[in-house]
């Protein structure tokens, strides 16, 4: 019989959380390929087609990149949050105000607004600054609700995402409607876009804000004072009191960054991708970027691998779709898989399988010896 036993010591290197995940998404792709048996597919030329449009075609890595740059924000907003302690889950909330405030500042700058004529250099800059403060106060009011009154900022972050739908379903039904029966703004002039990164695809700048983004996280959270005491906040909140760190105080900024970095998202939406802003234009992305998170072990390298695999998954579903006869659904079960799996992994950072008869008996270890 095959027993776990408890290890002395967690494995909690970095190798060994690499190696972990890396079987894990391994293991949850073969279990994946039985569900294409039914179908009459190869398993291997499914995902044969499914990671070559994502990842080797050209137009096809464009939309991957695309797809990951709000996962990866978004996915960084939940790192500093959690790392924290604050269990933050109004990112949906965040992109969309973030989404509307730089949408409010681009047509600001069209034809007869107030900010009308202003270059790009300009424009870029004011448009972040306007996306993250309006992230910022969304996301801080919940981290100033919990810091100064203990309150749950679970519950009041999620019903605060209905509250986000609801007001960008006004702005675009209402003051910031276009003449049409689209509940929707009128589309952004083409200066105000952000720039193509290559030729022959849609990538635009967005990844490499993403990405910058990233590297500023790592650098707060892993090496700088502020960052350490924010993670010892997350880690013990009694001991970093203890310990002379203004927990509230840190929490709050968590929430403030986190809100910030989801708007970017938003406005990466509405600069790169709609040019406008439109009712239901966040599909879930403030959900998945945590789950994103999640599957990186709430680590910014991490965040950025797995929201590139995560969207290219989501670009190739196609291309299977086409090549193998195979319905789209299935790269969500997948996907789904992959977040069961990697999670499932952990036991093992704390648990080892014994085979009796190899090494120690089944009395030793009942021994504890």
Same mark, same amino acid.
């Given at each position: 019989?095959?027993?776990?036993?408890?290890?002395?010591?967690?494995?909690?290197?970095?190798?060994?959380?690499?190696?972990?995940?890396?079987?894990?998404?391994?293991?949850?792709?073969?279990?994946?390929?039985?569900?294409?048996?039914?179908?009459?597919?190869?398993?291997?030329?499914?995902?044969?087609?499914?990671?070559?449009?994502?990842?080797?075609?050209?137009?096809?890595?464009?939309?991957?990149?695309?797809?990951?740059?709000?996962? %990866?924000?978004?996915?960084?907003?939940?790192?500093?949050?959690?790392?924290? +302690?604050?269990?933050?889950?109004?990112?949906?909330?965040?992109?969309?105000?973030?989404?509307?405030?730089?949408?409010?500042?681009?047509?600001?700058?069209?034809?007869?607004?107030?900010?009308?004529?202003?270059?790009?250099?300009?424009?870029?800059?004011?448009?972040?600054?306007?996306?993250?403060?309006?992230?910022?106060?969304?996301?801080?009011?919940?981290?100033?609700?919990?810091?100064?009154?203990?309150?749950?900022?679970? %519950?009041?972050?999620?019903?605060?995402?209905?509250?986000?739908?609801?007001?960008?379903?006004?702005?675009?039904?209402?003051?910031?409607?276009?003449?049409?029966?689209?509940?929707?703004?009128?589309?952004?002039?083409?200066?105000?876009?952000?720039?193509?990164?290559?030729?022959?695809?849609?990538?635009?700048?967005?990844?490499?804000?993403?990405?910058?983004?990233?590297?500023?996280?790592?650098?707060?959270?892993?090496?700088?004072?502020?960052?350490?005491?924010?993670?010892?906040?997350?880690?013990?909140?009694?001991?970093?009191?203890?310990?002379? %760190?203004?927990?509230?105080?840190?929490?709050?900024?968590?929430?403030?960054?986190?809100?910030?970095?989801?708007?970017?998202? +938003?406005?990466?939406?509405?600069? +790169?991708?709609?040019?406008?802003?439109?009712?239901?234009?966040?599909?879930?992305?403030?959900?998945?970027?945590?789950?994103?998170?999640?599957?990186?072990?709430?680590?910014?390298?991490?965040?950025?691998?797995?929201?590139?695999?995560?969207?290219?998954?989501?670009?190739?579903?196609?291309?299977?779709?086409?090549?193998?006869?195979?319905? +789209?659904?299935?790269?969500?079960?997948?996907?789904?898989?992959?977040?069961?799996?990697?999670?499932?992994?952990?036991?093992?950072?704390?648990?080892?399988?014994?085979?009796?008869?190899?090494?120690?008996?089944?009395?030793? %270890?009942?021994?504890?010896?």
């Amino acid at each position: 019989m095959i027993l776990l036993e408890r290890r002395l010591k967690p494995a909690d290197s970095p190798r060994a959380i690499a190696v972990a995940t890396i079987l894990s998404v391994l293991a949850a792709l073969m279990v994946g390929g039985l569900l294409f048996l039914p179908y009459g597919a190869n398993p291997i030329s499914a995902y044969a087609a499914l990671f070559s449009e994502a990842f080797l075609s050209w137009r096809g890595f464009g939309f991957t990149l695309i797809k990951a740059t709000p996962l %990866i924000l978004v996915g960084l907003g939940t790192v500093v949050a959690w790392r924290t +302690g604050f269990g933050y889950l109004g990112f949906e909330g965040c992109l969309l105000v973030g989404a509307a405030a730089a949408t409010i500042v681009a047509l600001s700058a069209g034809e007869g607004g107030a900010l009308a004529g202003i270059p790009f250099v300009l424009f870029l800059p004011l448009a972040t600054l306007a996306a993250l403060f309006a992230g910022a106060i969304w996301s801080g009011v919940i981290g100033l609700f919990k810091g100064r009154f203990g309150g749950n900022e679970v %519950i009041t972050s999620l019903m605060m995402n209905y509250v986000a739908i609801l007001l960008v379903q006004y702005l675009v039904s209402g003051p910031l409607r276009a003449p049409g029966g689209l509940p929707q703004t009128t589309r952004l002039e083409r200066d105000y876009w952000l720039p193509l990164l290559f030729d022959g695809n849609r990538a635009h700048a967005g990844i490499l804000i993403a990405l910058a983004a990233a590297a500023l996280v790592w650098i707060v959270l892993m090496r700088s004072r502020l960052g350490f005491e924010m993670i010892v906040t997350g880690l013990n909140p009694k001991a970093a009191k203890f310990g002379g %760190i203004e927990v509230g105080r840190r929490q709050l900024m968590a929430a403030c960054l986190a809100g910030g970095l989801a708007a970017l998202a +938003g406005m990466m939406e509405v600069l +790169g991708v709609h040019h406008r802003l439109m009712d239901g234009m966040a599909e879930g992305t403030g959900f998945i970027g945590i789950v994103a998170a999640l599957l990186g072990k709430l680590h910014p390298l991490g965040v950025v691998i797995v929201s590139l695999l995560y969207a290219g998954m989501t670009v190739g579903a196609d291309a299977m779709q086409r090549q193998a006869g195979l319905p +789209g659904s299935i790269v969500f079960m997948i996907q789904s898989m992959i977040l069961l799996f990697i999670l499932t992994s952990d036991l093992f950072r704390y648990y080892r399988l014994h085979f009796p008869g190899r090494g120690r008996t089944l009395k030793d %270890i009942r021994h504890g010896t």
